[in-house]
């Protein structure tokens, strides 16, 4: 299984970089703070099409369980950014760490610690895997988020509430 797994991302790998013409990804120098950013990876909007597409092969719920995954490591590197502004606002930290990540509009509809609610409409994700599957890419980026923030684990579920907006509640555990 393992062995599959790592052949798929290998072969997503290869295809994008292909795309982008055989070039390694340079590091990066921010000089409003004055510091490599080596850390961050800036991928094509393709590449979560082409890692869900590769990840069907090794079954459904394994492609769920990993791009929640994956989504839930994207979101605790977003909430570095934010974890010294405290939580009185919770709402104005989401927006910002979720348009620094550009998956879609974010509008929290209860910001209580305890159980979180968000909208998301014009999600990148429902643009490129389909209205009729489950964003676990996307929850996974807003629990990750979430759990950096408030340091404190969430279950998640999604509801599907137009062809791209989506609910995700946010349960502490």
């Given at each position: 299984?393992?062995?599959?797994?790592?052949?798929?991302?290998?072969?997503?790998?290869?295809?994008?970089?292909?795309?982008?013409?055989?070039?390694?990804?340079?590091?990066?120098?921010?000089?409003?703070?004055?510091?490599?950013?080596?850390?961050?990876?800036?991928?094509?909007?393709?590449?979560?099409?082409?890692?869900?597409?590769?990840?069907?092969?090794?079954?459904?719920?394994?492609?769920?369980?990993?791009?929640?995954?994956?989504?839930?490591?994207?979101?605790?590197?977003?909430?570095?950014?934010?974890?010294?502004?405290?939580?009185?606002?919770?709402?104005?930290?989401?927006?910002?760490?979720?348009?620094e990540a550009g998956l879609g509009h974010l509008f929290v509809l209860d910001s209580n610690?305890?159980?979180?609610?968000?909208?998301?409409?014009?999600?990148?994700?429902?643009?490129?895997?389909?209205?009729?599957?489950?964003?676990?890419?996307?929850?996974?980026?807003?629990?990750?988020?979430?759990?950096?923030?408030?340091?404190?684990?969430?279950?998640?579920?999604?509801?599907?509430?137009?062809?791209?907006?989506?609910?995700?509640?946010?349960?502490?555990?």
């Amino acid at each position: 299984m393992l062995e599959k797994l790592s052949r798929a991302l290998q072969k997503v790998w290869l295809r994008e970089c292909h795309k982008r013409g055989n070039r390694p990804m340079d590091d990066f120098y921010d000089t409003d703070i004055g510091v490599q950013t080596s850390d961050i990876l800036i991928l094509p909007s393709s590449f979560l099409g082409t890692l869900w597409s590769e990840l069907q092969k090794v079954g459904n719920d394994d492609c769920r369980r990993i791009m929640f995954t994956c989504g839930h490591t994207v979101g605790q590197s977003l909430s570095a950014n934010y974890a010294g502004m405290g939580t009185d606002d919770l709402d104005m930290i989401l927006n910002q760490a979720w348009a620094e990540a550009g998956l879609g509009h974010l509008f929290v509809l209860d910001s209580n610690p305890d159980k979180v609610i968000v909208k998301l409409e014009n999600l990148l994700e429902v643009a490129i895997i389909g209205a009729d599957k489950n964003c676990d890419f996307t929850a996974g980026c807003l629990s990750g988020v979430l759990e950096g923030l408030l340091q404190q684990p969430y279950s998640v579920v999604e509801e599907m509430v137009g062809e791209e907006t989506r609910l995700f509640k946010f349960d502490k555990k």
